[in-house]
């Protein structure tokens, strides 16, 4: 049965996964009035047997009562899978929108993407709004942080309704601001995801670590809300959270889950994207990598296992003392990764000439997103103070915070290599901080030269500008 509107609704969710069906829940929730559409049916009846559904939800079983069910201009948010569903919603609605109507598209897209529907979207007068979404199921039901982007003349028409759904950071801000044109909305999205990937595994390589040395799952989980009283940072605290929670019959949960970790490709998009734009986010791309690695495990890695038959990797020293290193190592490791994913969203605001607000974007991603955490509050003074800031590496809570954090960090690495344990995002975090801190980067200068021996691709001195070549035939 279908529940009929007394009056057309504000706002249409179409798709009805865990984000549409939450946002939708949550656009009531704050006095919105929302059209719900979902391909196939299944989820719509899900939708409708939420208890106590609000009377501000109505339910649709076919596009054009869909559309038709909307206020004029119409508002359409778009919660589908990312890819080609997308470009196939966006066919099968734009002939039933008229002139003035927006799109938010809140998926997981890539910005180009974004930049194309856009276009195309424009070119029947609709304006389009590439929106990133973050916070998971939990956020986009209670407060999600969101990154519009796209016509910004379409940004008045939906910017009440967003700022109301979205969460509240530290200061009590919405965390939703307007990002800037064409798809970088959607590209601060997925370089939010991409520093949650760094973030993340740099978090399991503790972990391990801590495992290495023999501690159980409540010791690491009580190590966790230790460090996370100083960090505040909400990966931090749900680690905690699933290092203490028990399978069925009490034993921990961990012990019984398949070492594969997925991925949905934002990860990888962030890589790619920063190569684009001829930035190196190695501690982010470790993330990437190891899951990937973590996924060959059938075709690859139990063969290797069986081969090479060595021990579980095991650490010696005290847990205690271990710990009082591992708090700053990986508080300089998280800096590092922040600071990666910063630079390339300063990169593209200026390549792309998008102009993101980068103390902003550290605001929005204060709350309800997944990588929230107090170093943002740091962040966000540091663009404040200094605009044209070049690198984080140089504001001063950056500086005192690696300082104080990578002579640890180096001896976490050093064990956990020599100990036979990867540690790649960790490694990654020193091996950039080194790069970045060398007086003479003397292996760019031996590939200078291979470079030019068997290409002559030239090579720069450092003792008068030019470009030189040699003659490499006369030994
Ligand atoms: P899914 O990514 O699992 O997608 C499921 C939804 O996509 C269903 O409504 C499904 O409809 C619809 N869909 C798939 N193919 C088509 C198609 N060809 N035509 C119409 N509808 C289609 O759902 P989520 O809610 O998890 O995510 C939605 C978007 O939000 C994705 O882009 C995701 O990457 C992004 N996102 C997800 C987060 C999360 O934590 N889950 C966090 C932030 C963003 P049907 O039921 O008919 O198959």
Redo the contacts with the bound molecule.
Sequence with gaps: MIRKTKAACQIGMY??????RSLALNFADHGYSVATY???A??TWQLMSVPGLASLVTPFFNERDFVAGLRQPRTVMI????GA?VD??LDRLLPMLDPGDVIIE???SDFRDTARRQRSVNEKGVMYIGSG??G??EGARRGPSLMPGGNVEAWPVVKEMLQAIAARNQQGRPCCEWIGPEGAGHFVKTHHNGIEYGVMQIIGEVCWFMRALGMSNDEIADAMDNWNETLKAFLLEITADVLRAQDDDGSPLLDHVLDVAGA?GTGAGTVVSALDLGQSVNILAAGVAARLMSKNRRRRRLEIRDLYQLPEPALAGGHEEWAAKLGPALEAAFALAYAQGFTTLEEASMQYGWGLNLPQIASIWGGGCIIRADILNEISAAYTANPTLDTLLVAPAFVECIRRGVPALREVVSAAVLAGLPVPAMNSALSNFDSMRSPNLVLAGVIALLRDLFGAHTFQRNDRPGVFHRDWSKG
């Design positions: 798709g009805l996964g865990p984000m549409g979902n391909f196939t299944d989820l919660m589908v899978k990312s569903p196939e919603v809140g998926g997981n979404v973050s998971g199921e949905k």
